[in-house]
Antibody, heavy 121, light 107 residues
Framework: EVQLVESGGGLVQPGRSLRLSCAAS????????MHWVRQAPGKGLEWVSG????????GYADSVKGRFTISRDNAKNSLYLQMNSLRAEDTALYYC??????????????WGQGTMVTVSS | EIVLTQSPGTLSLSPGERATLSCRAS???????LAWYQQKPGQAPRLLIY???SRATGIPDRFSGSGSGTDFTLTISRLEPEDFAVYYC????????FGGGTKVEIK
């Protein structure tokens, strides 16, 4: 069964850091680009960041550029998102999503269940 | 940034009826890189349609997509009880942006 399981969310104060993880199973992880997509409570979807199969191509939304860093470990079938200088507006459910292709085409065909990040003092 | 506007915001229909959802882009979407996702309460989104009209794996043929350029449509030919949900369009031809969503609710 194809599965993505996120972890690492929680309550954090503004300005602090958090690292999200996503464990993949049921498919050949290093064949595909991977992404983080977030959804603020009661709101729509926002692409956050994506990484190609070999980490050679990486992209970020303007809203997180310079603060968030995406990475992957193909040996561990895992995707990560290091989030620094967190702001209240980063509060959201963060989904790990598989791309349909090896390069970041940003077409998300498999999604995890999400991990909630709440930024508040 | 390409802005996607979905209409209507809410669609109230009965099971068995036809649903027509619209997605309009602020500029042309290259190569029809337009997708549709379904999201039910408490669940992750699910890919339904990509390339404007290709159904994703396992998606029933009552779901169909059409359109090009700046105007796209998702049609559900006959609503089943499990189809009542929020639907998002997404363009992935120039970075990625999502529309605000259309909620299909039971009338």
């Amino acid at each position: 069964e194809v599965q993505l399981v996120e972890s690492g969310g929680g309550l954090v104060q503004p300005g602090r850091s958090l690292r999200l993880s996503c464990a993949a199973s049921g498919f050949t992880f290093d064949d595909y680009a991977m992404h983080w997509v977030r959804q603020a409570p009661g709101k729509g979807l926002e692409w956050v960041s994506g990484i190609s199969w070999n980490s050679g191509s990486i992209g970020y939304a303007d809203s997180v550029k310079g603060r968030f860093t995406i990475s992957r470990d193909n040996a561990k079938n895992s995707l990560y998102l290091q989030m620094n200088s967190l702001r209240a507006e980063d509060t959201a459910l963060y989904y790990c999503a598989k791309d349909k292709n090896g390069l970041p085409q940003m077409l998300f065909d498999i999604w995890g269940q999400g991990t909630m990040v709440t930024v508040s003092s | 940034e390409i802005v996607l506007t979905q209409s209507p915001g809410t669609l109230s229909l009965s099971p068995g009826e036809r649903a027509t959802l619209s997605c309009r882009a602020s500029q042309s979407v290259s190569s029809s890189y337009l997708a549709w996702y379904q999201q039910k309460p408490g669940q992750a989104p699910r890919l339904l349609i990509y390339g404007a009209s290709s159904r994703a794996t396992g998606i029933p043929d009552r779901f169909s997509g059409s359109g090009s350029g700046t105007d796209f449509t998702l049609t559900i030919s006959r609503l089943e009880p499990e189809d009542f949900a929020v639907y998002y369009c997404q363009q992935y031809g120039s970075s990625s942006t999502f529309g605000g969503g259309t909620k299909v609710e039971i009338k």
